[in-house]
């Protein structure tokens, strides 16, 4: 968030979404939390020495950013408006209605270790331990329940099967 005092000031629909100061601890959470949920995530030492490589750059470019233009909305959300976004909400949860992209306020449910659930491997279970194969099918199970994308609805479904397969698979060789 750059020039907003507080996260309450964020209009919807922005406020629904998570978001970070431009600051260096923001700014190294944000990218720390992108980093990790790639499939082959930078290890820390590297990343905090790639971070301070470039923040210098990026910090340069945000003060740059400009401000408020003149005749934008104020800085500062009116009482009536969190009043009616706060009733707003009431009367949603009451009515049992929830915002369409609420299965976003979990981030990274389809995430597995730094991995896309739909991208590990029948090779890559073979390698895991029991406990790990569990964990990875259970999380799998939870992104196939949550997931509103068909597409990967089916990918997801097969891996969770998969993961099945190599549970049992052990339990018949004593492997479990």
């Not at 978001?19 to 939390?33: Q, W």
């Not at 969190?82 to 009431?90: G, I, M």
């Given at each position: 968030m750059v020039e907003a005092e507080n996260e309450d000031d964020v209009p919807?629909?922005?406020?629904?979404?998570?978001?970070?100061?431009?600051?260096?601890?923001?700014?190294?959470?944000?990218?720390?939390?992108?980093?990790k949920a790639q499939e082959n995530p930078i290890q820390n030492d590297r990343f905090d020495k790639l971070f301070a490589k470039w923040w210098d750059d990026l910090d340069s470019e945000l003060r740059h950013v400009?401000?408020?233009?003149?005749?934008?909305?104020?800085?500062?959300?009116?009482?009536?408006?969190?009043?009616?976004?706060?009733?707003?909400?009431?009367?949603n949860l009451s009515r049992g209605n929830t915002p369409r992209l609420q299965h976003y306020a979990e981030p990274n449910i389809d995430i597995w270790r730094g991995?896309?659930?739909?991208?590990?491997?029948?090779?890559?279970?073979?390698k895991?331990?029991?406990?790990d194969l569990q964990d990875f099918r259970r999380q799998?199970?939870?992104?196939?329940?949550?997931?509103?994308?068909?597409?990967?609805?089916?990918?997801?479904d097969s891996k969770v099967r998969l993961a099945d397969r190599e549970i049992?698979?052990?339990?018949v060789e004593g492997d479990a």
């Open positions: 919807f629909p922005l406020a629904q979404f998570q978001g970070v100061e431009a600051t260096e601890d923001g700014t190294r959470s944000l990218v720390k939390s992108i980093n400009p401000g408020d233009i003149p005749g934008d909305a104020p800085k500062q959300r009116s009482d009536r408006a969190l009043l009616e976004e706060v009733l707003q909400t009431v009367r991995m896309q659930v739909w991208n590990v491997t029948a090779e890559q279970m073979a895991m331990s029991i406990e799998a199970y939870e992104a196939w329940m949550r997931t509103n994308y068909p597409s990967k609805e089916d990918v997801i049992s698979r052990r339990k």
